[in-house]
């Protein structure tokens, strides 16, 4: 197929409208975007994606709790991604923000216009692409992204959707605080030093759904570059329709969800105040050529107003990797550079010390 003329994301307002009025065209030069061969995928590591079972975490039988700390802690420094199983998150409620997100996304796009991106700390953003007024290269998928926490904004319509968000983002936010728990614990600290250190309970959550229409070229593209996120933990799920890969190793591997879990990947402000012992995972998003791939996203961070940086009490111990910096300083950044091929904090000029 010969390519379509060059076309650039800010001349598209909506990859799915385009990509459903162009129906199998050619996909505009400009979404190439793969610069590795599509082989490098390790599928002999897809099996070995580590699971916690959240319900042990909050064991009472104390052996099963630290043996449940002690795989966390591990997961999170080997693959700094895993999956979670009875999250206590009911299916019915997963569905149905789902089915919710895909109808928002189904809207007519003359509907949507009132949520156009405004930036980084704007409520409410409807755009394309991953960066537009950043990126050379255009990715393969549109997003909703909307600030839940510390002050929840939701889109009106459809109806019945913010209730749902609602409730969800409450929910999610309940398993992200047990989580870091969890975590604080397996690095030797008191279970709510990260809570308080980071602010958590005011902190950021931002609930994104990401869909990537079928794309006739999926070789090519992607719908999302390489990228760790800004947060401190990012909770997932997707319709059923793959596309999530994690690098462990140096190597890609897809992610197979198990039925009705949650996939948690460490973002950089664990990272940082981890002292870089936990890794804030690379991951990046491929196309499916004949579904529509939807995934519901959301990012909880620290308070934005926190500096965040190595927890003291590693310090007793290590030197600090990391520089302190504001959340909100790191989150500006963070959104307004180029996809990195490298984690933020790798990327970003002068916070590893
Ligand atoms: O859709 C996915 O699986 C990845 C989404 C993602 O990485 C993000 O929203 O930051």
Redesign the pocket.
């Known amino acids: 197929m010969a390519p379509a003329a060059t076309i650039h994301a800010s001349d598209i307002s909506s990859i799915k409208a385009f990509a459903e009025s162009n129906d199998d065209a050619p996909i505009p030069s400009t979404y190439y975007s793969i610069t590795e061969p599509r082989d490098d995928v390790a599928h002999e590591l897809a099996a070995s994606l580590p699971v916690i079972d959240l319900s042990l975490l909050n064991s009472e039988d104390l052996q099963l709790h630290s043996k449940a700390v002690q795989q966390l802690g591990k997961a999170c420094q080997e693959w700094g991604f895993f999956m979670i199983t009875n999250h206590g998150i009911s299916e019915e409620l997963m569905e149905d923000v789902m089915n919710k997100s895909h109808e928002f996304h189904n809207l007519p796009i003359e509907e949507k216009k009132e949520f156009v991106d405004k930036g980084p700390l704007a409520p409410i953003r409807y755009g394309t692409s991953f960066n537009p007024q950043a990126e050379t290269v255009h990715y393969w998928r549109d997003y909703l992204k909307v600030i839940t926490h510390p002050q929840f904004d939701f889109p009106h319509k459809p109806l019945g959707y913010k209730e749902l968000a609602f409730e969800y983002s409450h929910k999610i936010r309940a398993v992200a605080r047990n989580l870091l728990q969890g975590i604080s614990e397996s690095l030797g600290l008191e279970p709510d030093a990260i809570i308080e250190s980071t602010g958590f309970d005011s902190g950021l959550q931002i609930f ?1 759904v ?1 869909l990537y229409p079928p794309c006739p070229q999926p070789d090519l593209a992607l ?2 570059p390489p ?1 760790s ?1 800004h947060g401190l933990l990012t909770l ?1 799920t ?1 319709n059923g329709v793959g ?2 890969q994690v690098k462990h190793q140096g190597k890609w591997v897809k992610v197979d969800p198990l039925p009705k879990c949650l996939l948690v990947n460490i973002a950089d402000q664990l990272e940082a105040v981890s002292n870089g012992r936990y890794k804030s995972v690379l ?1 990046r ?1 491929v196309l499916d050529n004949r579904d529509t791939r939807i ?1 519901v ?1 959301l990012v909880n961070g620290p308070a934005l107003d926190k500096d965040i940086g190595p927890a003291q009490s590693l310090l007793e111990k290590e030197k600090p990797l990391f520089k302190s910096m504001k959340y909100e300083d790191y989150f500006t950044l963070h959104q307004k550079s180029r996809p990195p091929q490298k984690s933020g904090l790798e990327s970003m000029d002068g916070v590893r010390l």
């Open positions: 994104a990401n719908g999302m990228h996120d997932l997707q596309g999530l991951h998003a995934s996203v």
